[in-house]
Structure formats: C-alpha cells, structure tokens
C-alpha cells in the first residue's frame, strides 16, 4: 500500500502534469483567438463599412441625382413622325439658326457664287431684290438639311473624301446618321440594326459605320477684324455650315505645326449629347470593326437617356454609362486609347468629320441610313410622308437585296426574318422588340455607388486624422489580447482547481478504504 508521502508524490506528478499541460495550450488558445481580431481589423478597412450619416448622405445624393435626370423636361414634338417614334426631326432653335446661318453665307458668296439653282437666290439676295428670297432658299435647305451651296467656280482644293468607301466587295456597307440623345436613333439602332448584326449568315456579309452628328453645328471664334467691326461679335457669328469651311478646318487638325482656331461644338440635344456623340465617336475610331465596336455601342444607347426618356426605361447620360458598357461588353477595346481620343485632339478631329460626312449625306431626318452609299429611302418629292419614313422599317429587306445584286449570290437564310412589305411591318413597328426596364439594373447601380462612396468617406476620414484611426485600431488590437489572455488564465486556473478538488477526494477516499 502506497503510503501517504508517495500518494503525495503521485499526486503532484498528476497534478503537476495536468497543470503543464494546461500552461502550454495557452500560447495556442491566444492565438487562435488572435485571428479573428485581425480579421476584424482588416474588415474596418473594407468597402461598404462606413457610418450611417456617410450612407445617409450617400443615399440623398444617389437617388437626388436619378431625380433630376427623371425631371428632363420634354420638348414638344416636331413633326408627327416624331411623335410616332419614326424619326427624330430638326427642332425649331436649329431651323432658327440654320436659316441665319444660310442667309449669312448665301450672302457672303454671293460674289463668287454663278451657279444655277439656289445659287441664284443667292445672287437676287446680293442685288438687295428682297429678303424673301433669303427667307425663301433657307427653308428649302432646312428642309434636306443642305446649307446653300455657293461655291467659287475657282476652287482649288479637291473634295475631301470622308467616310468609308466599298472597302470590301463582297460586303454591303450599312451608315446609320444619328445623335445620341436621339428617341428614334436609339430605337432603330438597339432594334432593326441589332438584329440585322445579329443575324446568322448576314452578320458577316455587312459592315455597320454610324455617324454621331445629326443637327449640331460646329462655330469658330470671332477674328480680330470681325471684333473690330463689332465688338460684340461671338462664335454664332461665324457657324461653319458647308463643308468648304470645315474642311480647311480638318487640314490644320491633321498637322500638328498648325494652329487650329479655336471652334466651339453645338448639339441639337445640349452639351450631354456632344459627350455621348464624343464618346460614340472615339469608340468607333478605336475599334472600327463592328463586330468589335457594336456590343459597347448597342449598350451605350441602350442604358443611354434619350430626350424624352427618363429612368427606368433607361439609366443615366450617354457618357455616364459608357464606363460601365465598356467594363461589361468592351474588355477587348483598348480603353487607354479610347481615354486618350476622347480627351485630346482626336475627339475634336472625328467631330469635324462627322459633320462634314452629315453636310455630304444630307439626310432629311435621323436616324437616316445609307446602303452603299446611296440613300434608303428614296424621296425626290421631298414630301416626308408617313410612307417615307415608314420605308425604314424595311431596312433588313433592302439590305439583302443590295446584297443579292451586288454579289449575284443568294440572300442568306436569314433574310427571310425580316418584314419583306410595309404590311408586314405592322400597325407599331417596335412592337415585336421588348420594352426595357432598367429597374433592378438602377438598383444595383444605387448599392454600388452607396458603397463606394462610403469606402470614399471612410478613407477621407482616415487620412484627415490618420493618428486617431491608428490609436483606435491599437486600442482594440490591446484589448482583444488582454481578453485572450484573461481567458486563457481563467480557464486554466479553473481546471488546475478543479484537478485539485479531484486529487483531495481522492485522498480521502484512500485514508476511508484504508
């Protein structure tokens, strides 16, 4: 029988083990609760983590911002094709200057202008018969779109081919004239085009340019004599309405020695529609291929708020989506260049094209196309009928069929899709293609910027008053180890107690036996 100092000796060998034991997982138990604590603190760094005043603000000033843009006014329709949906038409402000701009230039040519025609309303002008006749030859050029062509018979420059010509035989070639912020260009290029480019077997039998331009116009600043003359003379005094003033414009642009005046971009539809007609521009510049450019393209004027249109049927600007149609559809366009066209001078250059392409095309309304060069719609009368415009709806039709007489081969199956007569058409036009409704994509958006913007104030916060942030995060870090320590010790002390308990109980039921 073991006698009390060796019971003795086994319980402190016991006890003591017990009590080693113990001790040595206090390092790992601090540790692994020393995890989290880091964990949290790297949280406090994440996105999305901010005070609620930031997210209230945040909040005020996302949904503040989809409200103006709900708020558009809405100008009153034009024509009645435009109330339709069929076209956008030339308001009355860009009549208004048209016709100015008109009766200055028919003025101004007058001494070298001999040719027949509208020239020759030019000439009555000059020999002071009567302001009707200025009046009288602007509302027929309003009416093509054509600024009154009076050229001097000596011109020496030779025409400046813009736009693309039949690069590819076996190709027909689709331009589509059209403005950002245009209701019916938005229709017709998210719909008929889309579905022309998407067509198996003719997709890759057409090419698709767009020119972003319409109605704007482009001025150049008042030169020192005109100053002298009027002090008061501004850009509107000098509107380059004929390609014969722009393309002297376009030769400095392309050589970097010369000094470019300084020219002033007017929209139809605002600044925000010279944005989207910039971005839509450098896009196309960038990646010329429509099969490269097109799913940006289609997304731009899908998302994009067109005059009249307000969330949810679409998103925001035509600038302000792009960013995000370039992340989505455009991970093969090389954004540093697009950055860079928009940015410099290039932007400035495609803009002056685009407006001489559209002087060249002279498109009655937009979106107006062209096949090949020559116009869809065929209109001599100029009577801009609901008939003429309708004439657009068939655009697949006339594709294929430029086709089949171009390359003498068959339509591609795909042809047969598309409406084949007026009646086919139908009573709406859009009404084979789903509404959009952007609401759950605004949504989104609204989560996402409340997030960035108060990862954005958190970090604002953080580098104003940097040793704070510092004293609180340490502040925690001490406090998490002292209660990871604490507890530690007080469960280890618990156990050796308890052990200790046992080891007595034990002693006394050997001192009972014995």
């Known amino acids: 029988m073991a006698t009390p100092l060796e019971w003795a000796r086994v319980r402190h060998v016991t006890v003591g083990g017990a009590r080693g034991q113990k001790t040595s997982l206090l390092p790992f138990l601090s540790a692994a609760l020393l995890v989290p604590a880091v964990i949290m603190l790297l949280n406090s760094q994440r996105p999305g983590h901010g005070s609620s005043l930031t997210q209230t603000r945040a909040t005020l000033a996302s949904f503040a911002k989809i409200k103006a843009q709900a708020n558009q006014p809405v100008l009153p329709d034009i024509k009645a094709a435009e109330a339709k949906g069929l076209v956008q038409a030339v308001r009355s402000q860009s009549q208004a200057a048209a016709k100015h701009n008109i009766a200055t230039h028919a003025q101004a040519a007058t001494s070298t202008s001999n040719a027949p025609g509208k020239a020759a309303a030019a000439d009555k002008v000059a020999a002071g018969k009567s302001s009707e006749h200025i009046k009288?030859?602007?509302?027929?050029?309003?009416?093509?779109?054509?600024?009154?062509?009076?050229?001097?018979?000596?011109?020496?420059?030779?025409?400046?081919?813009?736009?693309?010509?039949?690069?590819?035989?076996?190709?027909?070639?689709?331009?589509?004239?059209?403005e950002s912020k245009c209701p019916a260009c938005r229709k017709f290029s998210t719909t008929y085009v889309k579905q022309i480019l998407q067509t198996p077997g003719l997709s890759d039998v057409v090419d698709f340019e767009y020119v972003a331009w319409g109605w704007g116009q482009i001025q150049e600043a008042p030169s020192e004599k005109q100053l002298e003359l009027n002090p008061k003379a501004d850009y509107t005094d000098n509107v380059l309405n004929h390609t014969s003033l722009l393309e002297p414009i376009l030769k400095l642009m392309e050589n970097p020695k010369k000094t470019v005046p300084s020219l002033m971009y007017q929209c139809q539809h605002g600044f925000e529609e010279c944005e989207g007609n910039a971005w839509e521009s450098c896009l196309q510049d960038?990646?010329?291929?429509?099969?490269?450019?097109?799913?940006?393209?289609?997304?731009?004027?899908?998302?994009?708020?067109?005059?009249?249109?307000?969330?949810?049927?679409?998103?925001?600007?035509?600038?302000?989506?792009?960013?995000?149609?370039?992340?989505?559809?455009?991970?093969?366009?090389?954004?540093?260049?697009?950055?860079?066209?928009?940015?410099?001078?290039?932007?400035?250059?495609?803009?002056?094209?685009?407006?001489i392409a559209t002087l060249e095309a002279k498109p009655q309304w937009v979106p107006w196309f062209t096949i090949d060069g020559a116009d869809l719609v065929q209109d001599p009368d100029n009577e801009n009928s609901t008939a003429s415009f309708r004439e657009q709806f068939l655009l697949g039709k006339r594709v294929c069929d430029a086709y089949v007489a171009k390359t003498g081969k068959e339509a591609p199956a795909g042809c047969a899709n598309f409406p084949q007569n007026d009646e086919e058409v139908g009573v709406d036009p859009w009404a084979k293609f789903p509404k959009k409704n952007f609401t759950a994509f605004i949504d989104e958006l609204n989560v996402q910027h409340l997030q960035l913007a108060s990862a954005a104030e958190a970090l604002r916060e953080e580098q104003q008053s940097p040793w704070r942030f510092f004293k609180v995060k340490m502040l925690a870090v001490v406090v998490l180890v002292f209660a990871v320590g604490a507890a530690s010790a007080y469960y280890c002390t618990s156990m050796n107690k308890k052990e200790r308990d046992e080891g007595l109980l034990a002693d006394q039921d050997n001192e009972d036996n014995a």
Do not use: W
Not at 138 to 163: C, I, N, Q, W, Y
């Open 286 to 355: 960038v990646a010329p291929d429509h099969k490269d450019f097109f799913p940006v393209f289609d997304c731009v004027e899908s998302r994009g708020c067109p005059e009249g249109t307000k969330p949810p049927d679409c998103v925001d600007t035509p600038a302000n989506v792009m960013q995000g149609c370039l992340e989505e559809h455009g991970k093969h366009i090389n954004s540093p260049e697009l950055l860079a066209c928009y940015h410099g001078d290039r932007m400035r250059e495609l803009l002056v094209i685009n407006d």
């Open 136 to 178: 009288a030859a602007a509302k027929r050029a309003v009416a093509t779109h054509m600024m009154e062509e009076a050229l001097s018979d000596k011109e020496e420059a030779a025409p400046l081919v813009v736009g693309s010509t039949d690069k590819n035989p076996e190709k027909i070639l689709i331009k589509m004239y059209m």
